[in-house]
Structure formats: structure tokens, C-alpha cells
């Protein structure tokens, strides 16, 4: 069932104000070597989607930039839970990577179920493609890369423009209308 854009409002507005933290839960998985390996490589694949120069919605763009990022965020850690994301978390982690597998089906309510298997398919692509000249398979093995791509993170993080809500139906269009575009 479609949210409302109402919902799709708040929802957006608390994945804007949780991607710091949201971030951190993803670095606790990757660095925790007790973690599958395969929901290791989800969670950096999402970091990496961070610092790419070709997202599906450009950072720029006021509000969906942020919502993008959050999205594909949400939409790695249901992948990785898939992989037995919880062996050996710290259980304020496991229960925050849990929570953010779950909000992907969010994402599948604000978009049509035809858009969303694209997106979703678009994700786990991304799981080997270098971004910086790291793929995520290299950030979960190497420590000197994974140390850099979190360093990359925290600034690109930094430059992030605050998410402005203004007009979320106009948002959702704008949102949409990106992803129909690249998701061919």
C-alpha cells in the first residue's frame, strides 16, 4: 500500500536527521570481522554509495540528495540481513541494523513495486562496483581502505546540505522522476 505524503514527509525527515547514526551502524558492521562476510560487503557498499559522484539523485539536490542516500542505506542492510548480519554485534548495533533492514519496505511503499525491484536490483549491482578505486570487498579486507572510505564518510557527511521539506509531494515526484530516469 502507498503511504501518504504525509508519511513519506516524516519518514524522510527522520532518515535526514538519523543518517549520522544510521552511518555509524554501517562502519560497526563492516569492522566487525565476526559478521558474515557477505552483509559486510552490503553495509560497506552503502558507505561507498555515500561518497559516489554518480548516485541516482545527486547530493546537491535539496531534500531527495539525503533521502537517496538513506534509501539505498536501508536497502543494503536488508540485503546484508539476509547474511546473518547479527553474528557477533554489539546488540545496540544489531538492533539498529535490524531496524534499518526493516524500514527498506518503506522504500517500497513510497514507490511502485516495478520501480522499487529496479532500485533494489540497482543495489546489490553495486556491491562490486569501485567507487574511488575501492569496491566493497576491498573495504571489508583491507583496513587502510576501509579506514580511508570512513574518513571519505564523515566529510562527505559534513558537506551534505541540510534536507529541506518544503514541498514533499513535489519531493516524492522529483525522487521518482530520478529513478525512473536512471533505472532503466
Known amino acids: 500500500m502507498a503511504e ?3 508519511e513519506f514527509l516524516e519518514t524522510a525527515k527522520e532518515w535526514a536527521a538519523s ?3 544510521d552511518v555509524a551502524t ?7 570481522e565476526a559478521v558474515d562476510e557477505d552483509a559486510r560487503r552490503f553495509a560497506a557498499t552503502a558507505l561507498n ?3 559516489t559522484r554518480f548516485d541516482l539523485v545527486p547530493d546537491h539536490e535539496p531534500t531527495i540528495g539525503t533521502v537517496d542516500d538513506a534509501m539505498v542505506l536501508r536497502i543494503c542492510l536488508n540485503f546484508a540481513a539476509d547474511h546473518n548480519v547479527d553474528d557477533g554485534l554489539d546488540s545496540d548495533v544489531m538492533v539498529d541494523a535490524m531496524r534499518l533492514s526493516n524500514e527498506a519496505d518503506r522504500v517500497g511503499a ?3 513495486s516495478e520501480l522499487y525491484a529496479k532500485l533494489r536490483k540497482h ?6 562496483e569501485p567507487v574511488r578505486g575501492r569496491t566493497p570487498d576491498h573495504v571489508v579486507k583491507d583496513a587502510v581502505a576501509r579506514k580511508r572510505l570512513f574518513e571519505e564518510v564523515e566529510s562527505e557527511l559534513l558537506r551534505m546540505p541540510p534536507a529541506a521539506f518544503k514541498d514533499p ?3 516524492l515526484r522529483q525522487l521518482k522522476s530520478y529513478l525512473l530516469t536512471k533505472l532503466k
Open 26 to 32: 554501517c562502519k560497526a558492521i563492516v569492522e566487525t
Open 49 to 51: 554509495y555515500l561518497v
Open 19 to 21: 543518517l549520522r547514526e
Open 4 to 6: 501518504s505524503i504525509s
Open 123 to 128: 543495489v546489490e549491482r553495486l556491491t562490486t
Open 110 to 112: 513510497w514507490l511502485e
Open 169 to 171: 509531494q513535489g519531493a
